[in-house]
């Protein structure tokens, strides 16, 4: 598999600071430049160790991509997943096209409530009307009835969560990533990113002092003498 750099927070929940503002509770950062195999491993192994797997109930919210999804699938199989209302909305307006608003008003409509055969329904109708009039955007509208269709499970349960939102974890992959490794002029190397980014995490994560305190303590401890 290709390697990226990819970044996923875990929570607890939200706490209220203001009026419209909330912070998460429990945040955790969990960011690598690795393969989708090796990644799922090490963020099985962080929710493990911060008891996500003993929670009630785990909300996995995502943009839909299919990678994603595969890490749902193995390794929070059930987990109530949630397509990001942000992403589906910018496919659906790709794919139904914004000269037929009508249609895209129509197509949210019955997303919202987590509608999804009449979501299907919209856009099988609209694609076949594209048909004869433009192939071009037909074949988007065919590209949306797909994302959809792969995604079905993750909008149905928009009756359980309206309108979820991935914000917090863009935000995410803005603090760990984008503020770092993405201003103007910087190119990195694979090995420098890895070693920056994990001491990056260190600092985001409240565990800097400690991770050094146990390097410098094991350095300083004696070997043991031979018998």
């Known amino acids: 598999m290709s390697r990226h750099v990819v970044s996923i927070q875990t929570f607890r929940g ?19 430049t690795t393969n989708w195999t090796t990644f799922a491993e090490r963020l099985v192994a962080t929710c493990a160790r911060l008891g996500v797997y ?16 595969w890490i749902r699938e193995r390794s929070f199989p059930t987990a109530i997943e949630l397509l990001d209302w942000y992403h589906l909305t910018e496919q659906l307006k790709r794919g139904i096209g914004l000269a037929y608003p009508d249609v895209v008003t129509a197509a949210l409509g019955a997303a919202g409530p987590g509608d999804v055969d ?3 329904a919209i856009l099988a109708d609209h694609s076949r009307r594209l048909a004869g009039e433009d192939l071009e955007q037909a074949d988007r509208a065919a590209r ?14 928009y009756r359980i969560v ?39 995490i ?11 305190g146990e390097r410098f303590a094991a350095a300083l401890r004696p070997w043991p003498s031979a018998a």
């Open 202 to 212: 260190l600092r985001l994560n409240g565990t800097w002092a400690r991770y050094w």
């Open 144 to 157: 949306a009835v797909g994302y959809v269709t792969a995604n079905r499970r993750a909008i149905a349960n």
């Open 118 to 120: 009449g979501l299907l």
């Open 54 to 69: 003993d929670a009630e109930r785990i909300f996995f919210v995502s943009d839909g991509a299919a990678a994603i999804r």
């Open 14 to 32: 939200t706490r209220r600071t203001g009026r419209t503002r909330r912070t998460l509770i429990d945040r955790t950062y969990v960011a690598e």
């Open 162 to 200: 309206p309108l979820a939102s991935s914000g917090p974890m863009e935000k995410g992959v803005d603090l760990t990533i984008c503020r770092r490794f993405k201003l103007r002029g910087m190119s990195w190397y694979r090995r420098g990113v890895s070693h920056l980014l994990r001491l990056r």
